[in-house]
């Protein structure tokens, strides 16, 4: 509600005013919006189905918020979290088979209204077509990465070949990278890598990437056999939705070929254990 008075009147319920095509409500000048949504969404509709799943009215008031999150996302002009929850959103059609069908329609009214905005919103627009001039001009297009994150890649590669095992130290990227001309030459150097694999491998070397990377993995083959018990054995408790959901929404945290806040943000490190915590 707060968004949507700020996009409207172009200052929040609390009267913070916002002259950045990119809404932030409560955030203000932090553009974190639609990051916050792609953390806390997954974990507010999971919670939902626990609380709410044999209440229809209930489980339908939670998929209209769901997917007011995304249009939120959409306006805030946050790729990373409209992508996490748009993905989110596939996860709920593979699993949650008793609401499938009012999902899918919710969907299909919601991406004719959402085509019109972009169409029409000329901020919107713009940061589309932004997006996809950015995804399209980098060594391997069409993945959610800009040159900007290429460049912070090349650093971090650089810096995990000069310390393959151990790695530079944890927080030790922005130190680095900016005192060391072999590094800075990229263009790359940032406060943090914007990936948590690219991070892992140039602070903690491999062995700290190799314990990230087995967690996603754990979490693949989870929902793969989740699926499996789904269509084709038949035997899926309805207990275990909620928390295969859960563990999508984890996933989806940790994907790696997705743009990552620094792994040590205080607030982000809060929603991740939060979500591990409720698994």
């Not at 310390?163 to 990229?186: M, S």
Request: charged share 15%.
């Amino acid at each position: 509600i707060d968004t949507l008075f700020q996009w409207v009147f172009n200052f929040n319920l609390l009267g913070i005013e916002n002259n950045n095509p990119r809404i932030s409500s409560v955030f203000g000048e932090e553009k974190i919006l639609g990051h916050y949504l792609g953390y806390v969404s997954p974990i507010f509709f999971s919670l939902s189905i626990y609380f709410f799943k044999d209440k229809k009215i209930y489980m339908f008031v939670s998929i209209i918020i769901f997917l007011l999150t995304i249009f939120i996302s959409i306006i805030s002009g946050d790729r990373t979290g409209f992508l996490k929850l748009l993905l989110f959103s596939s996860a709920i059609v593979f699993f949650m088979s008793h609401h499938r069908k009012y999902f899918l329609l919710l969907i299909f009214t919601f991406s004719i209204f959402s085509y019109q905005l972009i169409k029409n919103d000329q901020n919107i627009n713009l940061r589309f077509h932004q997006t996809i001039d950015e995804i399209t001009n980098t060594s391997v297009p069409f993945l959610p990465f800009t040159k900007a994150h290429e460049n912070h890649f090349k650093a971090s590669y650089k810096m995990f070949l000069d310390k393959p095992i151990l790695g530079h130290g944890p927080q030790a990227f922005r130190l680095v990278c900016h005192n060391f001309d072999n590094y800075k030459k990229y263009n790359g150097c940032n406060n943090h890598p914007h990936n948590y694999y690219v991070q892992s491998l140039s602070e903690l070397g491999l062995l700290g990437f190799l314990f990230t990377f087995f967690i996603f993995v754990w979490t693949l083959i989870y929902i793969a056999k989740s699926l499996y018990s789904v269509y084709f054995t038949q035997i899926f408790e309805s207990s275990k939705r909620v928390l295969i959901l859960l563990i999508c929404a984890f996933t989806l945290n940790i994907f790696p070929v997705m743009a990552h806040f620094n792994f040590y943000n205080n607030w982000v490190n809060a929603i991740l254990f939060l979500n591990i915590s409720l698994i």
